[in-house]
């Protein structure tokens, strides 16, 4: 089956971990572990406040997103799961969600968009259907378009 998969995962883009308030996540994350605070990330819609943190650099820097929620009785509840997501850099995103579709995995709504940090992404579900019976079992998972720098990073590893 990988042979016809029209797409890679290159490697962690992010991982997001969500609380009721991040000045708790900011204290483990920033203070103690020395994470550096990239940017910050505020949509109603998503109903999210996150700061955008990294460990490691250039093509393979990973996102630590601490999370929480504007509105803790709105959805999504990006506190209720602490491990909130994890993201996948892939080479080449729409590619993946067409042939990912056809093959029964289930996304969350929403579609391929501008993410926080500016990257095309879009989110598998994490709960199968009768429709899609492949899902991420609890888990919800962020496929993330690669950059050239970050694909060919990837590629030079072999």
Do not use: Y
Not at 31 to 36: A, E, H, S, V
Not at 41 to 62: L, Y
Not at 69 to 76: A, E, G, Q, S, T
């Amino acid at each position: 089956m990988s042979a016809a998969r029209p797409f890679k995962v290159l490697g962690i883009q992010q991982i997001a971990i969500g609380a009721t308030s991040k000045d708790r996540l900011r204290t483990l994350w920033v203070d103690m572990l020395g994470l550096d605070v990239t940017g910050n990330f505020v949509s109603e819609r998503e109903n999210v406040d996150e700061d955008i943190c990294a460990i490691g650099s250039g093509p393979f820097k990973v996102e630590v997103d601490l999370m929480q929620p504007l509105d803790v009785d709105k959805k999504p509840a990006v506190h209720t799961t602490p491990l909130n997501h994890v993201g996948l850099w892939i080479d080449d995103l729409p590619k993946a969600v067409e042939w990912l579709t056809a093959k029964g995995v289930r996304f969350a709504p929403g579609g391929i968009r501008k993410g926080a940090a500016g990257f095309d992404i879009c989110f598998l579900h994490p709960k199968a259907s009768e429709e899609f019976p492949i899902a991420g079992e609890g888990v919800l998972i962020e496929l993330v378009q690669a950059p050239p720098e970050v694909i060919q990073a990837f590629s030079a590893l072999g």
